[in-house]
């Protein structure tokens, strides 16, 4: 899933934080962020800058139910 365009990184944060498995910010290199990880989340605001890497990175979730918290953030890619 990407994130979409526009989108309120706050309050995508605060929706990963109610999630009960791994959310991960993928980067076409292959990097993965742990976005339940503070450190992650930092490098991840740097990310949300640059409009280009954040639309060709993929946002997984390690619990299918997480992804119910996350919809209005995510579309299919």
Known sequence: MILRQNTDMVCFLQSVAKCSGDVSFITMQGDHLNLKSELSKY???????????????????????????????LMED
């Open 43 to 73: 490098v991840f605001a740097v990310v949300a800058a640059n409009p280009d890497i954040l639309k060709n990175g993929q946002i997984m979730v390690q619990k299918e139910d997480d992804a119910a918290f996350l919809r209005d953030y």
